[in-house]
């Protein structure tokens, strides 16, 4: 049941896309604003912020978990509503062909050198800013989130709903939308932000390097596992870094380098092969990384079948 709920649930999404109205996590977001507001105080110490963010996490988390994994547990007997709830859930969960569909809003313009529309796409994805950026800084950055967001987006997805069911893609889901809320590096968020990041990124871990090693057997294999081993530990995310790397690699782009955000310029570290003619980012590394993602995607696909018929 397992593979067939993921299976169907992506295939929910290919028609459907996320939902347009009514999206769970928007609700869920706005409660976490509200109790953000309420407790994230910077006159409090930094242990105290550090306390109060631990708090409002598991304010915000730790009923909705609850509750599904009572509505899960009480459809144990009913198998196919337990699979119907399933679905819905990883669906909504899972952003497969939003991902896809935001990459192409930034190819077409590239494509068409409509510099500022594709600036303009590029803006609804990433948090850097991309009004200066030239041609190869825009395909670099749409690059660089669809890989990274093929981790977070899909298969950690998977991953969590093959390890917990249900319950596992809620308490993911929600932890990675509080850290892209609270997980900054700003005075605001520092302390009171600190407990979302880490937990993220511990529920991130093992997914991330499964997606690294994904994006290595169906691209480059060789060199998205030597980018993987030598760069993916230089970036200051401990597991977008061999994402990226592996993913850089295995479409043969060169990534990273000087960007900027909240106005002041950032160098970061190369990832993928060295800066050329044949490996400077451009519309087409952004389709190679969708084709990345969805290659990856009929792996994992195929890995689940492949388990379910054998176990």
């Not at 917990?164 to 932890?175: D, E, F, K, Q």
Request: proline share 4%.
């Amino acid at each position: 049941m397992t593979a067939l709920t993921i299976i169907f649930s992506l295939l929910v999404d290919r028609v459907l896309g996320e939902p347009k109205r009514w999206h769970p996590l928007v609700g869920f977001g706005t409660i976490a604003n509200t109790c953000e507001a309420y407790l994230n105080k910077m006159a409090l110490s930094d242990n105290r912020q550090k306390v109060n963010g631990i708090f409002a996490a598991l304010i915000v988390v730790a009923p909705i978990v609850g509750l599904s994994v009572w509505v899960d547990s009480g459809l144990s007997l009913y198998p196919i509503a337990q699979f119907i709830f399933g679905v819905v859930v990883v669906y909504t969960a899972v952003g497969w062909r939003s991902l896809i569909a935001h990459a192409k809003a930034v190819i077409e313009p590239l494509k068409d050198q409509r510099l500022d529309d594709a600036r303009l796409s590029l803006s609804m994805i990433v948090s850097r800013d991309t009004a200066q950026l030239n041609d190869i800084e825009v395909a670099k950055a749409a690059t660089e989130s669809v890989l990274e967001n093929g981790a977070d987006a899909i298969f950690a997805v998977m991953f969590w709903f093959c390890v917990w069911g249900v319950p596992g893609v809620v308490l993911y889901r929600l932890i990675n939308t509080l850290d892209a809320m609270w997980g900054y590096k700003s005075k605001r968020f520092l302390y009171f932000g600190w407990a979302a990041a880490r937990v993220d990124d511990v529920m991130n871990f093992i997914p991330a390097r499964l997606t690294a090693s994904s994006y290595a057997v169906v691209g480059n294999f060789s060199v998205s596992l030597n980018c993987w081993r030598q760069q993916g530990f230089n970036w200051k995310s401990p597991n977008a870094g061999p994402v990226m790397a592996a993913g850089a690699g295995a479409i043969n782009t060169s990534l990273g380098g000087s960007t900027s955000y909240g106005g002041a310029r950032e160098f970061r570290p190369i990832l993928g092969p060295a800066e050329s003619a044949d490996t400077l980012a451009n519309s087409q590394s952004i389709e190679s990384a969708c084709e990345l993602v969805n290659k990856s995607v009929l792996l994992w696909l195929l890995i689940l079948a492949l388990s379910a018929i054998l176990l």
